[in-house]
Nanobody, 125 residues
Framework: VQLVESGGGLVQAGGSLRLSCAAS????????MGWFRQAPGKEREFVAN???????YYTDSVKGRFTISRDNAKNTVYLQMNSLKPEDTAVYYC????????????????????WGQGTQVTVSS
């Protein structure tokens, strides 16, 4: 199984980026997929997830600015990031699982058993 992220880069505060994560090796259409991020010196943290029912959850700091979506036909999950802030600077990781998760488990690193390599997002002030 491989998860490959793309779409990261350098953007000014207030700008937008769209991250993509393409999965190969198995289908995740019946399971949650998520995005996490890790800033230098900090632990990896939950950003957003989307279930197979397309119900979405977000961490409070990105609500109203980020949107997660998925295209099951392409086995791909997206993260549209608008109104970016310098504090959004981090390496963003795509995550997938082939297990049924509770709502709380789906917001935790340990809930996912497949990870991408990460893509850097840098927001300048």
């Amino acid at each position: 199984v491989q998860l490959v992220e793309s779409g990261g880069g350098l953007v000014q505060a207030g700008g937008s980026l769209r991250l993509s994560c393409a999965a190969s090796g198995r289908t995740f259409s019946n399971y949650p997929m998520g995005w996490f991020r890790q800033a230098p010196g900090k632990e990896r943290e939950f950003v957003a997830n989307i279930g197979w029912t397309r119900i979405t959850y977000y961490t409070d700091s990105v609500k109203g600015r980020f949107t997660i979506s998925r295209d099951n036909a392409k086995n791909t999950v997206y993260l549209q990031m608008n109104s970016l802030k310098p504090e959004d600077t981090a390496v963003y990781y795509c995550a997938a699982t082939d297990r049924d998760l509770t709502t709380d488990q789906a917001m935790g690193v340990s809930g996912y058993n497949y990870w991408g390599q990460g893509t850097q997002v840098t927001v300048s002030s």
